[in-house]
């Protein structure tokens, strides 16, 4: 027979390979939770997904104007600086926001549904990565009506950046999800943490000022596995702007970016085993608790 | 002998029940030391099999765990001992329309339920004309979902479900919501499901149902087995539970120390009868033999309406009728019958005053009719003098 399925008292144990091959299964449920996610959110609204790209949009249009004649931030092309690192960034903190109280806000299907829960996380940051590519057209619109080089050496960051992006954030995401389902001031806590995380991470200052001013640090301060993801994106759309542009940037070539993607990477991946398996033994209580 | 599609093997399920939930580090903290809230067994070693093919009924009272061993078999909940083992593709419908968000429209909801129940793109494309028509949902399905009535959300609830593809088959009391056409039509699309040799666990209170459609039945019972095996045993002795609640005495284990002899309808003019007009009189005469002596009898009579509900209960417990020693004969006269037009039935029991020692009794067993032409649907029948004066 087919389908035979044991279950008793013990908290299943992850089998990675196995748990791939049903979450590949039933694939068709992560694309729709994510998109009602995107619907629900711009139903009823004229705009719709132009949202989205609103967002980004004035962004640039309130930075270019304050940057440009009034404070002098001393970085060149700062809203081009300014973007390259904050729209990954928003790619970050709404979809680790999102997947944080995806869990608990789906109560009402964790109770009634035997469903693989793995996907209400994975649906929340699959919803904010559309939301990226969307806000990614805004700053390619914005490159190219102002003339700025978009093709360089520089993209070929791109590709890896995002997927360690993604990576390290459902790898965060997992964990918080399945805590914020018994203590929900997970949820709260995720917040403060964003908000600390965000002033440690290039993106309203460059790195440089980090290096240039507390010397020893630095080191230290590249620990921060977003400011290398970041600093990545920036060397990819950033870092084509110009000489200037690229020098303000902690290194020139993209060896010393991409191999720092790729421990990070690598490290995300492992962390993404142990809180899978946490969200994973839990997620068999979520019903229960919720 | 047929495989058992579901076996459910010394399942028990405990709840914690917390006054007020730890739901923060902090107060978790502050309550390592203190009381972690009280235990409760929802389930207690409960097991039975459920052969491929065969749809069996879950009855039993409100809170006697129908819904936790469902949610238990569907992989929901994680029972606290015993296990479970099911063979095929389960779809639980614990609740239509789970998951359906109200701002999305009915046809974006259909797909987003069927994915969720385990149904391909492909598939639900290729079902989605049958689901509308079956929900009766043709001119609202590109409507925003808050619209629609509560009768049409579960309608369109159950159209998906029942739309997906399952070898088992869980359904929680579903039946029970619709206007009766739609269940009409439910139950044919099970009867349906039954002869596609589909395995099925049936949840409900509605007894007739579980004659009608089930092959077997399981009774729980505050989270044990009460009774399992054949429909009709189980159903018997469910009534026999639901009925304690009224009579006390509805109870199995006779001591026969005293029976019921004969009983006797009578009308005003002491004439068998068991046909009365509203307000009328009846007398229930029962004639009671004590095998042994027996002290302190109590004899009873409840009244139940057609569709098995207590209507109303007398008997001569404040009598006090000492110790019966042979017969005794004791007549029930009730000079208006209060009662609108229907058929009634009576329960007779002779028991001691705690209801624990039952010698004797006669369930639903001896049936009048009220008639006289109360306007259909009328509740009961209140003697009325009408008076007119001219001012």
């Not at chain 1, 449920?29 to 790209?53: D, H, Q, T």
């Not at chain 1, 699959?126 to 057209?137: D, G, I, K, M, S």
Request: hydrophobic share 45%; aromatic share 10%; with cysteine.
């Amino acid at each position: 027979m087919h389908d035979v399925l044991v279950r008793t008292n013990e908290a299943p144990r992850l089998r990675v390979f196995r748990r791939l091959s049903e979450l590949w299964g039933s694939r068709e449920i992560l694309a729709n939770l994510a998109s009602k996610e995107l619907r629900v959110k711009y139903k009823s609204s004229a705009l719709g997904v132009a949202w989205s790209m609103l967002n980004p949009a004035l962004y640039l249009v309130v930075f270019y104007v304050v940057f440009t004649y009034f404070l002098r931030s001393g970085i060149e092309d700062f809203p081009v600086y300014l973007l390259s690192g904050l729209v990954p960034w928003t790619l970050f903190t709404t979809g680790l926001q999102g997947a944080t109280t995806s869990v608990v806000g789906g109560a009402n299907l964790v109770a009634k549904v035997a469903f693989p829960h793995e996907m209400l996380p994975l649906a929340a940051i699959r919803a904010q990565t559309v939301n990226f590519f969307f806000q990614l057209v805004v700053l390619v619109a914005f490159l190219l009506i102002f003339g700025y080089p978009l093709v360089h050496r520089g993209i070929l960051l791109l590709p890896l950046a995002l997927a360690v992006l993604l990576v390290f954030t459902t790898a965060l995401g997992m964990a918080t999800s399945a805590l914020n389902v018994r203590y929900r001031d997970t949820g709260h806590l995720v917040d403060l943490a964003l908000l600390a995380w965000f002033w440690s991470t290039p993106i309203v200052y460059p790195s440089s000022l980090v290096r240039d001013n507390l010397e020893g640090a630095f080191s230290l301060y590249l620990l921060n596995p977003l400011a290398n993801i970041i600093l990545a994106f920036q060397r990819g759309i950033y870092g084509g702007v110009s000489r200037e542009a690229l020098e303000s940037l902690p290194a020139l070539g993209l060896t010393w970016y991409g191999m720092r993607l790729l421990v990070v990477g690598a490290a995300s991946l492992v962390l993404l085993y142990f809180s899978w398996r946490l969200f994973f033994r839990r997620s068999g209580d979520f019903a229960e608790e919720l | 002998m047929p495989q058992a599609a579901i076996s459910v093997e010394g399942i028990s399920k405990r709840f914690r029940l917390f006054h007020e939930r730890p739901t923060s580090v902090k107060e978790r903290l502050l309550r390592l030391r203190g009381s972690r809230g009280e235990d409760f067994w929802a389930l207690r070693d409960v097991g039975f099999e459920v052969p491929e093919g065969k749809t069996w009924g879950l009855v039993g009272a409100n809170g006697s765990g129908k819904t936790t061993l469902l949610k238990v078999i569907g992989g929901i909940l994680r029972p606290t001992e015993g296990r479970v083992v099911t063979q095929g593709r389960i779809a639980a419908l614990l609740e239509l329309g789970a998951g359906f968000h109200p701002e999305l429209t009915g046809r974006e909801n259909v797909y987003l339920n069927a994915s969720i129940l385990g149904l391909s793109r492909h598939e639900t494309d290729l079902y989605f004309d049958e689901i509308v028509a079956f929900a009766e949902l043709e001119e609202f399905i590109d409507s925003q979902v808050k619209y629609y009535s509560s009768g049409m959300f579960v309608r369109l609830g159950f159209a998906v479900a029942v739309h997906v593809d399952p070898s088992i088959l869980l359904i929680d009391e579903v039946l029970a919501v619709g206007d009766e056409a739609f269940q009409r039509k439910c139950l044919r699309r099970i009867r349906e499901f039954q002869a596609e040799g589909r395995t099925i666990v049936f949840v409900t209170h509605a007894i007739q149902q579980v004659q009608l459609i089930c092959d077997g039945a399981v009774m729980l019972d505050h989270g044990q087995v009460r009774a399992m095996g054949d429909v009709a045993d189980v159903i018997k002795e469910y009534r026999l539970v639901m009925l304690r609640r009224h009579i006390g005495f509805a109870r199995r284990d006779l001591t026969r120390s005293a029976e019921i002899a004969a009983v006797e309808l009578m009308d005003a003019e002491g004439e068998s009868s068991s046909i009365v007009p509203p307000g009328g009189e009846l007398t229930v005469q029962v004639d009671v033999r004590a095998n042994r002596p027996v002290d302190d009898p109590v004899i009873s009579l409840v009244i139940f309406d057609a569709n098995g509900q207590f209507v109303f209960r007398t008997g001569t417990a404040e009598m006090r009728l000492g110790r019966l020693e042979g017969k005794l004969r004791v007549g029930f006269e009730m000079t208006s019958l209060p009662l609108a037009d229907g058929r009634y039935s009576l329960t007779v029991g002779i028991h001691d005053r705690s209801e624990r020692i039952v010698h004797d009794w006669h369930d639903q067993r001896y049936v009048f009719d009220v008639a006289g032409g109360l306007m259909e649907d009328s509740q009961i029948y209140i003697p009325v003098e009408t008076r007119v004066e001219r001012l």
